[in-house]
């Protein structure tokens, strides 16, 4: 199966108007390789006929479900060590000093993917700072796509899945075998607030935030995206709170007001001084 010129074109130009998501001449393959088994799905015989099938239907689901298929779920537990380090050792600490008052922490995870990292983050709490569950900690995750949202929300994972970033002793404590798969627990799966989310577009209300987890997905962007991203976040991150991004990402060149934070390749970040948004609770951005 190979994807013509127009067709190519037909469908990077879906992809990056619906999710900003850029697919550069030489992706042929990629898309390729991505629509196999919604060709199955759809009883299509072709990409061609996708294609002419989205032409025929411009407000059917089929537009959805290929901008779904060319999303990159790429993720495991715990991945890339350091940032979870650094909220351990560094950001969480400062938090629950600086937050004692008002006992309330505000915690956003922009692309979940198939929930393993809100649940990482999740985990770590737990572990290490167990007062959090007498505080009010609003913890939002949310993913474009439908699909790894219901993934996240079932909080079901293979074997492998759970092989990849998962130390044993927490996969014992807070999953329950099922069958031959993993199931996160009722209370960690209730304390977050999935959502769909579409950062390329509109932004819900989102109260003022002490952490944003906005990690590996800011790299499918090209930088006036980038930009207008970072922008909002600075709109809804509190003046002193911490933004982390993948290990690939940067703010550097895209916007100065973010400073990179010394803590060894946690990908962390913060506002500079004077930064932040002034009002203390933003309009949806
Ligand atoms: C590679 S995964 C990263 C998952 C996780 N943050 C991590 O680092 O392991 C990228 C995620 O970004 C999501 N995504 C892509 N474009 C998006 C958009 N415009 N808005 C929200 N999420 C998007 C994809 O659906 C995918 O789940």
Redesign the pocket.
Known sequence: MTISPGDFDYISKLVVER???VLEPGKEYLVESRMRSLLQETHCPSIRELVQKMVREPNGDLKNKVVDAM??????FF?DLHPFEAMKNVVIPDLLKKRESTRQLNLW?????RG??PYSVAMMLLENFPQLTTWKVHYVA????EK?LARCREGIYSQLEVNRGLPAPLLVKYFDHRATKWQIKDNIRKWVDFKQ????SHWPHLPRMDIV?M???LI?FDPPMKKIILGKIRQILKPDGYLFL?AAETTLNLDDAFQRMDIKQSGCYRLREGQAHPSREPASV
């Open positions: 999710s900003a998501i999303t990159t779920n790429e993720t495991s991945r995870c922009g692309a979940s993917s393993q990292e949310s993913d474009i796509s790894m989310i579409n950062l390329a987890f990690r590996n997905v499918y993948g």
